[in-house]
C-alpha cells in the first residue's frame, strides 16, 4: 500500500520515448445521474507514445478521469494523467482530461481516454513537487481546502519528461472521506518536477477498496470496484508496495458509468500487492 515501506527494484532505466500529439478523433459520450463519461479512442503506434485528451461537452467541468486499453502486459505504460486547461478565460484545469502513454510493444495498440464531466462545484487544486534522478518520490499530496473532500486526482510532469506513474490515489481514505490525493512516481531521468493534482468538493463522496493480492512477476493485475446502488463513479485510482521500477501503471480510469478499473504489470522480482479505488458520489440531477 502507499505510505508503507517501498521496496527497491533492481531494474535498467528505461530510455524515452518521445511523445506525440494524438490525432483528433470522435469521442462517445454516455450519461448517467446528471454526469457524462466521454470516451475518445486513440491509437498509439508501436515503440512511440502519445499525448490524448478527452474534453468535457459545454456546460460542464471535468471532475475526474483516466485511460485504459486491453492491452497485454509490458505493452502500454501510462506515464501522467491530469486535468487540462484549454487556454480559455478560466485559466482552471477543468475542460477535460488529458493521458500521457507509451507503447512499447511492436504493433500498434488503442488506448480510450476518459473524462468523467458534470455542471458541479470543483475546486482544483495543484501542488508542485521536486523528484529526484533516477528514483522514485517519496508520497506526493495536494490537500483540498477545509470542509472539502477528494473526488479525483492525478499527476503531470510534461511533454517527453521521463517520468511514469507508479501509483495514484485518495489519500488516506476512511469513514470521514480523503482529503487529499496522493501519488508515487518512478523518473528514470534527471531531477526536474511535477504536479499532483486533486479535483475537491463539499460532496462528501463514498470510497471503495479492492484488494488484488501476489500479483506474480511478469504478469498483469487488474480489477474494476463498483459504486453502490445510487451512486456513480467520479474518481478513482490504485496503490501498491513496489520500488523503483518494480510497477508500471497499464490502465487507471473509467469503465462504463459504474466502476473504475485499474491495472497495474508487475516488473518486480516478487509478487506485489495492489489496492483499487473507486471513489463514487450521489448524482448530480
Known amino acids: 500500500m502507499a505510505g508503507a515501506g517501498r521496496r527497491i527494484a533492481a531494474l535498467a532505466v528505461v530510455g524515452v520515448v518521445a511523445v506525440l500529439i494524438a490525432p483528433a478523433t470522435h469521442a462517445s459520450v454516455r450519461t448517467a445521474g446528471g454526469v457524462k463519461y466521454v470516451t475518445k479512442k486513440v491509437p498509439v503506434e508501436a515503440v512511440s507514445g502519445v499525448t490524448a485528451t478527452a474534453s468535457c461537452p459545454k456546460a460542464t467541468r471535468v471532475i475526474g478521469g483516466g485511460e485504459r486499453n486491453g492491452a497485454g502486459v509490458g505493452q502500454i505504460r501510462l506515464a501522467q494523467t491530469f486535468p487540462y486547461d484549454d487556454r480559455d478565460k478560466g485559466l482552471k484545469p477543468d475542460d477535460g482530461w488529458r493521458v500521457r502513454v507509451v507503447n512499447v510493444s511492436s504493433s500498434k495498440r488503442n488506448v480510450r481516454v476518459g473524462a468523467v464531466c458534470g455542471d458541479a462545484r470543483v475546486k482544483y487544486v495543484e501542488q508542485e513537487f521536486n523528484v529526484a534522478a533516477t528514483s522514485q518520490t517519496g508520497q506526493e499530496n495536494a490537500t483540498c481546502p477545509n470542509d472539502m473532500f477528494a473526488l479525483s486526482g492525478g499527476v503531470e510532469a510534461g511533454k517527453n519528461h521521463p517520468l511514469y506513474l507508479n501509483s495514484s490515489f485518495p489519500s488516506d481514505p476512511s469513514a470521514t472521506g480523503a482529503t487529499a490525493w496522493g501519488t508515487y512516481v518512478d523518473n528514470t531521468g534527471g531531477a526536474s518536477s511535477a504536479t499532483v493534482h486533486v479535483m475537491c468538493s463539499k460532496r462528501k463522496p463514498r470510497i471503495s477498496r479492492t484488494t488484488?493480492?501476489?500479483?506474480?512477476?511478469?504478469?498483469?493485475?487488474?480489477?474494476?470496484?463498483?459504486?453502490?446502488?445510487?451512486?456513480?463513479?467520479?474518481?478513482?485510482?490504485?496503490?501498491?508496495g513496489a520500488g523503483y521500477l518494480g510497477i508500471r501503471t497499464n490502465s487507471l480510469g473509467p469503465l462504463g458509468t459504474a466502476a473504475w478499473l485499474a491495472a497495474v504489470d508487475n516488473f518486480g522480482a516478487s509478487p506485489v500487492d495492489m489496492g483499487a479505488y473507486v471513489v463514487c458520489g450521489r448524482p448530480l440531477n
Open 212 to 240: 488484488v493480492s501476489d500479483i506474480p512477476p511478469a504478469a498483469q493485475g487488474s480489477v474494476a470496484p463498483t459504486c453502490p446502488a445510487r451512486r456513480i463513479p467520479f474518481g478513482g485510482g490504485q496503490d501498491n
